[in-house]
């Protein structure tokens, strides 16, 4: 079993939508962390976060500890959202970070 | 300046060449990671330096050789390469917090897409 479960593997939705990926770990964590891939390669850290909510832009990604659980969520979704969504969580032993195998979102217009 | 770069953005070589990829960063970051990634899977630590010393070696075959000449870069060299060592080579920073070797957010680079033949 992965210490990091990310779901849904794939999302495909209209533009518009509101989504939801969800994380799950079960590990003790120091943070968790969403990142974005876009295809081509480039990752971009989108959210660090220990606790409670995060919000950037359209961006709001939510964490609960006792639950070991972590949410990222897209408002009004568009096109350009269209990515590779990763959790990663981080450990304060050493500086690895453990990946979720990454969710594909797909947005329609 | 929230950057990094790296060169180059695509490399092609033959099992007995010898190549080298660089990153680099202005941000004041003392922690840098070397991954490999591959399709459709998430990245896998390769090295990571922290104040310009090898820290995490995650037994990486030692066709790659990583380097930390100052704060600012990081090289990997590589030789005798195998057709299965193509893939995507992302170089990442982080803040090193306090004596903590816990990650802050990492700042990645577009990748090198290395194609071995």
């Known amino acids: 079993k992965n210490e990091v479960e990310q779901s849904p593997q794939n999302l495909t939705a209209q533009e518009g939508e509101f989504i939801t990926i969800n994380c799950s770990y079960s590990v003790g964590i120091s943070a968790l962390h969403w990142l974005q891939q876009h295809p081509g390669g480039g990752i971009v850290s989108l959210f660090m976060?220990?606790?409670?909510?995060k919000k950037h832009g359209r961006l709001i990604a939510t964490i609960n500890i006792q639950e070991k659980h972590s949410s990222l969520h897209i408002t009004a979704s568009h096109p350009r959202d269209s990515a590779v969504y990763i959790c990663?969580?981080?450990?304060?032993?050493?500086?690895?970070?453990?990946w979720g195998a990454g969710t594909k979102l797909i947005i329609k217009p | 300046d929230t950057e990094v770069t790296q060169t180059p953005k695509h490399l092609v070589m033959g099992m007995t060449n010898k190549k080298s990829l660089k990153c680099e960063q202005h941000?004041?970051?003392?922690?840098m990671y070397w991954y490999k990634q591959k399709a459709k899977k998430p990245p896998e630590l390769m090295f990571v330096?922290?104040?310009?010393?090898?820290?995490i070696n995650e037994s990486v075959p030692s066709r790659f050789s990583p380097e930390c000449p100052n704060s600012s870069l990081l090289n990997l060299h590589l030789h005798a390469l195998q057709p299965e060592d193509s893939a995507l080579y992302l170089c990442?920073?982080?803040?090193?917090?306090?004596?903590?070797?816990?990650?802050?957010?990492?700042?990645f680079g577009p990748g090198t897409r290395l194609t071995v033949l």
């Open positions: 990442a920073s982080s803040q090193v917090k306090g004596y903590s070797t816990s990650t802050d957010t990492q700042y």
């Open positions: 941000m004041g970051h003392r922690a």
């Open positions: 990663a969580a981080s450990m304060d032993s050493n500086y690895q970070l453990i």
């Open positions: 976060l220990s606790s409670g909510k």
């Open positions: 330096y922290s104040y310009e010393k090898l820290s």
